[in-house]
């Protein structure tokens, strides 16, 4: 018996929605073999689950509040895809991010908040498409590795924060490491009152349509699919691959600086090591789940919070640990990795 692979036409567009829900269902499959081996009841850890994420008005809030910088760092790795820049420092970016919000917030300006939190968010954006573009233009110039350099960007800046806090910013009252307050006019509204809930799940929805009309509505949107599918080809047609890999790399790094605004002027309101949560990570994996589709990046976004808000609520009623939520990502990723070629071939049996 002989087993290849095939090419044949992409699927239509139901079976381009059942590649990520098959991905989804193999995840809760194993998943639910791991929470077996902890001696736990899977269909109860899971009800768990969605109840502490769900069930109630509060959860389900919390879970929204967890979406945006996830649908930030989904959108950042989806552009970047899309051009064949792999970008894997959504993470760093996202700290980058943090920074420029965290030094733009406290510094003493007697702004109102209408200019104010376009400032913070302008000085995430670019904080974080520096630090995404540094690795794009390594790749243009030098050849240099996408994946290498935007992974080990994340420990450099991360550390630098890190260096930072345990030093000029270090509380000299207190001695917590962590930035100065930003001020409240720069800090982001409210959405639903004793709530977290705040404008920025406005602004990713937003960020998501805005993606979505560069892709399919704009020259460079065009450009940026082309270098994708063949940068040879593009090269020949006359499109400037370099450029459009270096702009991806900024706008993407851009993106996931967003999400570190959000962090700091919604949730913490300064700036301490630890405050990512894996978002950058997560990111990849929820760009995966959509499918590199802005719209679809939102239902990923949705999907992951859920998991990472109901693993905390299931931790403490199970015992099982809360990295289940770590688990149910990676195994997620490997499995749209495994069914992504069905997208473009089929299986052939020959005897």
């Excluded at 073999?33 to 850890?45: D, E, F, R, S, Y």
């Excluded at 243009?140 to 992974?151: E, F, G, H, P, S």
């Excluded at 924060?161 to 001695?175: F, K, N, V, Y």
């Excluded at 702009?247 to 301490?272: F, K, P, R, W």
Aim: proline share 5%; glycine share 12%; charged share 10%.
């Amino acid at each position: 018996m002989k087993i290849s692979l095939q090419k044949r036409n992409p699927l239509p567009w139901w079976g381009k929605i059942l590649l990520p829900l098959g991905a989804i269902v193999v995840s809760i499959l194993f998943s639910s073999l791991i929470i077996v081996l902890t001696g736990a009841n899977p269909a109860k850890a899971w009800y768990y689950i969605f109840w502490g994420s769900i069930g109630t008005q509060f959860a389900l809030l919390e879970t929204i509040v967890k979406m945006a910088p996830l649908v930030f760092t989904g959108l950042a790795c989806a552009l970047a895809f899309r051009a064949q820049f792999w970008n894997i420092g959504a993470e760093g970016q996202l700290y980058a991010g943090c920074f420029g919000a965290a030094l733009l917030g406290a510094l003493p300006l007697d702004l109102p908040a209408f200019l104010y939190i376009p400032l913070v968010l302008a000085g995430g954006f670019v904080a974080g498409g520096i630090w995404g573009v540094i690795p794009g233009i390594l790749k243009v110039k030098y050849n240099a590795n996408d994946i290498v350099t935007t992974l080990l960007s994340n420990y450099i800046i991360i550390y630098l924060l890190e260096a930072l806090l345990e030093g000029a910013w270090r509380d000299p009252q207190s001695g917590w490491p962590h930035s100065p307050l930003i001020n409240d006019s720069a800090r982001f509204p409210i959405l639903i009152p004793r709530s977290r809930l705040h404008l920025g799940i406005v602004l990713a929805l937003l960020a998501a349509v805005v993606v979505y009309l560069l892709m399919q509505k704009t020259i460079l949107g065009y450009q940026i699919k082309v270098v994708g599918e063949n940068p040879r080809a593009a090269f020949f047609g006359g499109i400037p691959t370099g450029k459009i890999v270096v702009i991806t790399a900024l706008l993407s790094g851009g993106l996931a600086g967003l999400a570190g605004v959000g962090e700091v002027c919604a949730i913490q309101y300064y700036l301490v090591g630890g405050m990512a949560a894996s978002y950058g990570y997560f990111g990849i994996a929820v760009a995966m789940l959509g499918g590199l589709n802005p719209f679809g990046v939102i239902l990923g976004a949705f999907y992951f919070a859920i998991i990472m808000t109901g693993a905390q609520v299931m931790s403490r009623m199970t015992g099982v640990p809360v990295y289940l939520a770590d688990i149910i990502q990676g195994v997620t990723l490997l499995a749209l990795l495994f069914m992504m070629p069905f997208d473009h071939y089929r299986i052939k049996i020959r005897f």
